[in-house]
């Protein structure tokens, strides 16, 4: 099973900027040294959504959603993380590229079959 180096997902964490990124869904504006908004989760009249950019992460204060860019796109994009890392790699003009995985196809193949079954 392929799966994507840690040295691309650390990559594109680094060039990507998560009050660049927000900011093409959110409107920002700055408060002391972090950014807030109006929360793309959840429906709010008064802003309680936080963006920290020395520390790249965001966070609402109201439904509790929080995390980094990668997470961002997971959640407001409703995809994997690998199609986020995919969108991300894009956006920043970093190819991303696979690697063999040390898992056996055949038992990967059994544990969603078995999943799709419990679901």
Do not use: W
């Amino acid at each position: 099973m392929a799966r994507i180096p840690d040295e691309i997902i650390d990559t594109i964490r680094e060039q990507a900027d998560i009050v660049d990124l927000v900011s093409d869904y959110v409107t920002l504006k700055k408060s002391g040294k972090n950014y807030q908004g109006l929360c793309p989760f959840h429906n709010e009249k008064t802003p309680s959504f936080s963006v920290a950019p020395d520390k790249q992460i965001y966070h609402c204060f109201g439904c509790g959603s929080g995390g980094n860019v990668f997470s961002f796109i997971v959640e407001h994009e409703k995809v994997t993380f690998v199609e986020a890392v995919q969108q991300l790699g894009e956006k920043y003009g970093i190819r991303v590229q696979y690697e063999a995985g040390s898992g056996s196809t055949e038992f990967f193949s059994s544990l969603y079959q078995a999943h799709h079954v419990a679901a």
